[in-house]
């Protein structure tokens, strides 16, 4: 049997004089970083001395010190991989590039894992960002590719650390032709480059084909040589791509790496994980699928590939999954630190969790580097999600907070600087990214933490009330699965976890329920991440005749144009008239389409007869940009009919464009600006230029300062009154980044980009429109700045014509003010103190006299007490309803019956302040809370009857409800079960 040479040599070490369980940085313990050296120590003595340690040690620790009784001083052997440099990641990567650059392909950079697409959260596929060229809506700008891709996928998210090859974050090596060559060419070039290029045996590697495609099995079997009996012929299901419904599909051969061929040919199952991997997918895009599902073949045929790094890197590495590649082992090793645990000597649950953890890791810090924050929608909950199973998983591997390397308990921050070392060949612009990302996990990590501790408070709430349900109905307890599935998703419990605390109480968990959620979570998360819309749209026809729009707009706002095409309703017209909606299309045009930001122009198209008058207008509300580079012009027809073929002259509305320049030339400044009071390292996070005002979001953990927000103003006037002329000029992207030029947050860039400098303050990559010279902006004001997501802040500022406005508008508020109060300017905000100081005291007044009236009533009800239990225990209970009396005022009854009963007294009160509300208050005297019922926990139970919760102390707890029709029924049940409570306890 022919198999791979080995890459790598072993080699044996003595690390230690004593059995450690413990993973080693070279030589050293990992002991010495806590500021000790414990060699030469037994494993006994190692305990006595530090016991802390041990603590971290689960399944393996019986078996150590066994093993350290028998033999104490006997030295742990560390094998440690040499890897051979040609079969590191790095160089699989740069020898599948180098191989097609040598075959007439453009090597283009990853594109972002947030991508323009907008029908597709994440990157998923090396594919994506050429979906405007396989669609034909883009001329292409070479006829082949090829890249890495960076690549995020979800729907198997539960899979990663338990199989061999599921990863959430990934590298596609991919090859792609715009209608170059076809199938003949990619498999050649594919096999030439798994058996020559990486030295695959040839009888390891099987192919698999559509059933259909004949062509494909001839050419694997005639011109490669590969034998009939390793070519599979599988269904559509396997073999034949396609984006969705309707759309570009074609059939699809795969490459799989054979790691038994020992095993033999007969009743062979390409699917079977523990003998195959496919690592090589080879898509011939040859088709278009119609509505009544019928092909059509496709103008330009493409070829679409992707081949898994990390599969590569396994397969040549000669390790036994994809975690344990040079890729993201180093991760793996240092969470095994961090948890004083070694990987080689791991029980399978602690190498899973591992492996977890080196899998999301990548996932997280290369999302944030991205622009992807933590948040509970879209993106943003993708990441917040995989913190929190990172959190979650360390913590079960016993990573605790302890402070490392000074960030207050945080751990994620340790492994990502880990991820960020083995990021220089895959996206070299994350290492200056690193003081963001690594304060956004410390930061996330923290809150979530505190997420956990309220989980586990949550859990005992929902034990409790199993306990309670299967009491009262004579069941056993149980668990249901929404319950349990709430805990794991919101609150990061693993099921496993909550099973586990669940059998101690002898109760059970709805697991079938439990499943449901999780997989209508699993349906909707693959819908949401897993599928790429490609479609041949109405639109795609039109694009044949129409050319891209010239922009005219930096140095005109007035043109003559061709009506290249007309759209109503997404509907090629051929003329529109009066009192209609219309999408206009231009040969060229001065209107600014939106884009980097900053809204389209308004303005006006129109048609003159010879003697100039208008026959025919078109007011302009907005441009947008579609189909490629075409402008469309949005708007309504005013007057008259206009003609496909027509000419008309476009007028941009001048006022709103000098608007917009302000606005725009202001949001470099503000950048700048910030930059220069708060800190280099923060980052655009999206913008907005309108006419009215600019809003611009970046990346920061805190709330601006008031003096941060005076001296950003106070600099961004001062180079307005410098008046600086602004230089704009076209340069290749590489020249333009090495002068310095930041690039717009979720602008895609060209070879040659548009630079828009400052002198000496700015300098941005920027296709937007800008004034010539900062004294056009007049003034700057922020009118507003806030929190919109977590390390996501938001500043809202007006310039220009709009500074002018703002500024008027609030002296004319300042006036009505001081004529209101009856005082000058300076003197508004000591009047408005001293009013405040007023109306704290009358209502200071007002809750003394609700108090006093909330005592008298509750001196009244103190009758209507009746006792439970013995004659010689007698506990004494009063249950009623305080009308509409506020929650302070409750509070303040409830105390006042429990200190004028005799202890042991329960007190249960509710009332409606309003229609929509109820209050509810439990206290308990000492002699009740020693009988083991808690206020806390009790007063919540009810308030679920008024569709509220609550909880407190166990002596004293308020809760709130939002149903007070159902008052009378939490309060009845409160009567029922208090006294059943206290009758089992005495």
């Not at 008046?723 to 040659?752: D, Q, S």
Request: hydrophobic share 40%.
């Amino acid at each position: 049997m022919a198999s791979l040479k080995p890459p790598f040599s072993l080699q044996t070490r003595h690390v230690a004089q004593f059995l450690l369980p413990f993973p080693t940085s070279r030589f050293h313990s990992p002991f010495t970083s806590r500021g000790r050296d414990y060699r030469g120590f037994t494993l006994q003595s190692l305990a006595s001395v530090d016991p802390y340690s041990l603590s971290y040690r689960r399944s393996h620790t019986k078996r150590l010190i066994a093993s350290a009784s028998a033999q104490p001083l006997t030295g742990e052997l560390v094998e440690e991989k040499l890897l051979d440099p040609s079969t590191s990641g790095d160089s699989i990567r740069r020898r599948f590039l180098e191989f097609y650059a040598a075959r007439g392909h453009k090597i283009l950079p990853s594109a972002s894992l947030v991508p323009e697409d907008p029908t597709v959260l994440l990157t998923i596929a090396g594919m994506l960002q050429f979906k405007p060229i396989f669609l034909g809506k883009v001329p292409r700008e070479v006829p082949c590719a090829a890249t890495s891709q960076r690549c995020m996928r979800t729907n198997d998210i539960e899979n990663v650390g338990r199989t061999s090859r599921h990863q959430t974050f990934f590298e596609m090596l991919g090859n792609f032709s715009f209608g170059d060559y076809f199938k003949q060419e990619a498999i050649k070039w594919a096999w030439e480059l798994s058996t020559v290029e990486f030295g695959l045996p040839a009888e390891n590697l099987w192919i698999s084909v559509y059933e259909d495609d004949d062509e494909t099995f001839t050419i694997w079997h005639d011109k490669m040589g590969v034998p009939a009996n390793r070519i599979k012929k599988l269904g559509e299901e396997d073999n034949f791509w396609t984006s969705g419904a309707t759309g570009p599909c074609g059939p699809c051969s795969e490459i799989y790496y054979d790691f038994h061929p020992e095993r033999g040919h007969s009743d062979v199952d390409l699917g079977d994980d523990s003998r195959f991997i496919e690592f090589y997918n080879l898509v011939f895009m040859q088709y278009n699928k119609k509505e009544d599902g019928s092909l059509e073949p496709l103008k330009q045929k493409n070829i679409d590939t992707g081949l898994g790094l990390e599969r590569m890197a396994r397969i040549l590495q000669r390790v036994p999954n994809n975690y344990e590649t040079d890729l993201i082992f180093p991760i793996i090793k240092k969470a095994a630190d961090l948890a004083y645990e070694s990987y080689s000597l791991a029980d399978e649950s602690a190498k899973t969790n591992l492996k977890i953890i080196g899998d999301h890791m990548r996932a997280i810090v290369y999302l944030i580097s991205d622009g992807v924050f933590p948040s509970n929608i879209g993106r943003g909950y993708v990441v917040r999600r995989l913190i929190r199973r990172a959190v979650r998983t360390g913590r079960l591997l016993g990573i605790r907070r302890d402070g490392v390397g000074g960030l207050e308990g945080a751990f994620l921050p340790i492994l990502a600087e880990e991820v960020i070392k083995l990021s220089t060949n895959i996206d070299p612009d994350l290492k200056t990214r690193t003081p963001r990302i690594l304060e956004e996990l410390k930061r996330e990590e923290l809150r979530f933490v505190q997420t956990l501790e309220r989980g586990e408070k949550l859990l005992e709430e929902i034990l409790t009330d199993a306990l309670s349900t299967g009491q009262r109905n004579g069941t056993v307890p149980c668990i249901s699965g929404k319950d349990a599935f709430l805990l794991y998703d919101t609150y990061g419990f693993p099921v496993e976890i909550t099973s586990e605390v669940a059998e101690e109480r002898g109760i059970g968990i709805d697991m079938v329920g439990f499943d449901v959620e999780m997989e209508n979570q699993r349906r909707q998360s693959q819908a949401a991440h897993n599928t790429v819309k490609l479609s041949v749209e109405d639109g795609a026809e039109l694009t044949d005749s129409i050319p891209d729009t010239k922009f005219l707009g930096y140095d005109t706002l007035f043109t003559r144009a061709v009506v290249e095409g007309l759209l109503v309703n997404g509907k090629p017209v051929g003329e529109v008239s009066e009192g209609n909606e219309v999408e206009v299309l231009l040969d060229r045009t001065p209107f600014y389409a939106e884009s980097g930001g900053q809204i389209g122009d308004h303005g006006l198209l129109y048609v003159t007869d010879a003697q100039e008058n208008k026959e025919a207008v078109v007011e302009i509300q907005d441009v947008q940009k579609s189909l490629g580079n075409i402008f469309v012009h949005k708007g309504t027809v005013v007057k008259g009919l206009i003609n496909v073929g027509g000419e008309v002259e476009a007028e941009v509305d001048a006022n709103l464009r000098q608007r917009a320049k302000v606005h725009h030339t202001a949001t470099h400044l503000l950048q700048s600006a910030l930059k220069k009071v708060v800190g280099g390292e923060t980052s655009q996070a999206g913008s907005l230029v309108a006419f009215d005002r600019l809003r611009f979001d970046f990346n920061f953990n805190r709330p601006l300062r008031e003096n941060e927000i005076a001296e950003i103003e106070l600099l961004i006037n001062q180079w307005i009154g410098e008046a600086t002329l602004l230089e704009t000029r076209v340069m290749a992207l590489a020249e333009a980044k090495k002068a310095g030029a930041i690039a717009m947050f979720g602008e895609k860039y060209g070879e040659e980009v548009r630079v828009v400098e400052v002198p000496g303050v700015s300098m941005e990559l920027c296709g937007g429109t800008h004034v010539k010279n900062t004294s056009e902006i007049r003034g700057f004001k922020i009118i507003s700045e806030q929190g919109i997501a977590s390390g996501v802040r938001r500043i809202e500022a007006v310039a220009g014509d709009a500074f002018v406005e703002y500024v008027i508008t609030r002296d004319n508020y300042l006036k009505q003010l001081c004529s209101t109060l009856k005082v000058n300017a300076e003197d508004v905000t000591a009047r408005v103190n001293n009013l405040l100081k007023d109306l704290r005291e009358a209502r200071n007044e007002v809750s003394s006299a609700r108090t006093k009236a909330a005592i008298y009533k509750a001196s009244s009800i103190i009758s209507s007490a009746f006792t439970v239990g013995s004659s010689s225990n007698k506990i004494t209970v009063l249950v009623s309803s305080m009308e509409d009396i506020d929650a302070d005022a409750l509070k303040s009854a409830a105390e006042y019956l429990v200190s004028n009963l005799q202890d042991p007294t329960a007190v249960i009160l509710g009332s409606c302040p309003d229609e929509k509300r109820v209050s509810l208050v439990a206290a308990f005297s000492p002699g009740v809370v020693k009988l083991g019922l808690q206020a806390g926990k009790f007063v919540g139970s009810i308030a679920k009857v008024c569709g509220g919760r609550g909880g407190g102390r166990p002596n004293f707890a308020q809760a709130g409800g939002s149903e007070s029709e159902n008052l009378p029924a939490a309060l009845e049940k409160a009567r029922e079960e208090l006294v059943s409570a206290l009758s089992e306890a005495t």
